[in-house]
């Protein structure tokens, strides 16, 4: 019994380690192509070769009862850097998966561009909508959208640039949305 | 001389698997009690109106059998979860304090199941910290499991394995990055609001030669991690005192608090593996 054990979990270990092994050879392309099933598979690049110079933020943008746009405002995610982060962040678990999100929903856009009705069904778009719906709205507010918005940093001298802008939705007072 | 050779005794004590395996499950404990914390402290997260609701998310995963959904239903709905979370807050505290032999591999099998598990519910923010624990506690768990049947295992020399797979890939992929060779890379990092902090970009900004010195150091840290094993002792302290300097770094600059714990678990069995190699 004992020695199928050791033989069972070395074998299980050095499929993992190999297959691990392999999959950092993917190039970027071949990434986006294939994911992973086996979710224990992840590539150690960390912040190579180019890593990301600008900060994706999530806005929102209400509209009145008669339609009209009022200022977007962003959704407060990333906090201020404390030091007391280096050992206590609950903070980060809320921004970071922002980013992966935004990029998706970005990528999801540019890819379905002429069928605006497909962007609206997918995983990130919803998981988003979820989470402007949640934020709270003044009585007059009668819809809202949102917005992914990037920006580089801290450099002042550079403006923002949309990168995706969501359909407007009606929203509900029990802080649900629907279309 | 004399110094070296009290470092080699030190290093002895890393010659035993079981002060290898205990060493290694308290950083891992500890990490994954803080890791746990944190998600318990924003659950809101879990549930609708959060980053990773499971009344979207469900719908972007494969359909199971009837069975096996109700089963998921239970577990990643938002009551299900948290109590799952609560679940590997006990196991993570339990293999960070006890020493009993049954209960730290119940608390370590424990931990490795439910962190395969919310690597599966949780599909986006997940960091590399989170994956590298993953894979500490299926060492741990493989070690642990085989110590009870009495039998050898190579679970703790594929932790040391893994932590060198994922320093050269990292090192080799900057190396291969112009921007890491010319200190770009680093002054991007620093910059962003949500990683980096405006102290370290301030300091970095203009100062080229500072960026281009770091960018290498931490390139040649990472590609030379696997060689580690083959310094002598004071070589081998010296290149891990550095990958911890390094991840305190990242923790003040980056706020990636958990890297620290989550790397440090693996710095035992390199030094187990060390030892072997030395003997």
Known sequence: ?179 | MIAATGLDASLGWFGDPDHVFRASAVLLGIGQTITTLEHLAVRQELGPGGLHPWTVMRCSVPRRPAVLERVRETLFGAPGIVALLVLRLLAAMTLALATAEALTLVAVVMLAALLVTFSVRLRWGQEAADDISVQVALGLSAFAVCRWFDVPSIGLYYIAAFAALAYATSGVTKLGSPLWREGVALGWVANLRSLGAPWAADLLWGRRRLRVALSWAVMVGEVCFPLALLLPAPGVVAVLAAGLLFHLATAVVMGLNTFVWAFAATYPAVLLSWTALHR
């Open chain 1, 1 to 179: 019994m004992g020695t199928a054990v050791s033989a069972i979990t070395s074998a299980g270990l050095v499929a993992l380690f190999v297959l691990s092994l392999r999959y950092q050879l993917h190039d970027r392309a071949e990434l986006a192509r294939r994911t992973s099933r086996l979710l224990l598979l992840r590539q150690y690049r960390l912040f190579a070769p180019i890593p990301g110079r600008s900060d994706l933020h999530l806005v929102v943008r209400d509209h009145d009862v008669d339609g009209a746009p009022r200022p977007c405002r962003e959704v407060s995610m990333v906090p201020l850097r404390h030091w007391s982060q280096v050992l206590w962040n609950p903070q980060k678990r809320r921004w970071l998966p922002v980013r992966p999100l935004l990029v998706d929903l970005v990528r999801a856009g540019a890819a379905l561009e002429d069928r605006p009705v497909a962007i609206e069904l997918t995983t990130p778009y919803l998981v988003l909508l979820g989470v402007v719906g949640a934020e709270p709205a003044d009585e007059d507010v009668r819809a809202r959208q949102f917005l992914v918005v990037e920006r580089y940093g801290h450099e002042p001298e550079e403006s923002p640039r949309v990168l995706f802008c969501s359909a407007v939705h009606r929203l509900e007072r029990t802080t649900a949305m629907a279309t």
